[in-house]
């Protein structure tokens, strides 16, 4: 049957009818081969977040994979992308000590090979103060981008300014001083939480 749609449209729905068809492959591979790796169902259009094609596997994990064939950083189906990335990650039915979230491009841009480059860096890194020493400045800038559009609707997000030490300065500080200390306080930890999920976000993902 005829898909509607324009050429962009029928090319980005056959691309991804070639990624699904890979894995269909494997279904039917009669290899024997470990579990971990074994293709024992393919789902496609699934009613998930990312919902492009979803593979399960004989020991139970499943794969999470969205097929973009040629988005850019400025579009909205890049902000969609890593908001459907985030809904997925953060639902019930991701099980985070198995399953894996998959993003394959159609096509090569700079930003892709810099995806991979911090794939590569959460799943190395021991924790967040090595994972951002390893990122190179066109790295941390793509991230810093990812991060915004995860977290800009949430409420506490804000840049860590310097904290004082407002009692060792004045002895008898103000009421408002201590409550602009204290949202100080708050804006840290949320965005220490932001770093500590990207990190766990970015090592799920493949």
């Not at 393919?42 to 139970?60: F, L, Q, W």
Request: net charge negative.
């Amino acid at each position: 049957f005829m898909e509607r749609g324009g050429p962009t449209t029928q090319s980005g729905i056959h691309y991804q009818n070639s990624i699904t068809a890979l894995y269909m492959g494997d279904l039917v591979d009669p290899s024997d081969i470990p579990r971990k790796r074994k293709v024992v169902a393919v789902r496609v259009e699934a009613p998930e977040s990312v919902d492009d094609t979803v593979v399960t596997y004989d020991d139970g994990h499943k794969l999470y994979l969205q097929a973009k064939e040629n988005i850019q950083q400025n579009e909205a189906a890049w902000e969609d992308l890593w908001k459907d990335l985030r809904k997925q990650f953060d639902g019930s039915s991701f099980q985070k000590d198995t399953d894996r979230l998959c993003i394959t491009f159609g096509s090569s841009r700079d930003e892709y090979h810099l995806l991979e480059d911090i794939c590569n860096r959460a799943i190395g890194a021991v924790d967040i103060a090595e994972f951002h020493r390893r990122l190179t400045d066109k790295q941390t800038n793509i991230l810093g981008r990812i991060e915004t559009i995860l977290f800009a609707s949430d409420s506490s997000r804000k840049a860590p300014a310097e904290e004082t030490d407002l009692s060792a300065s004045e002895p008898q500080a103000s009421d408002k001083e201590k409550k602009k200390k204290g949202r100080k306080k708050v804006a840290h930890v949320a965005w220490d939480d932001e770093r500590k999920y990207l990190l766990e976000l970015f090592r799920h993902i493949s």
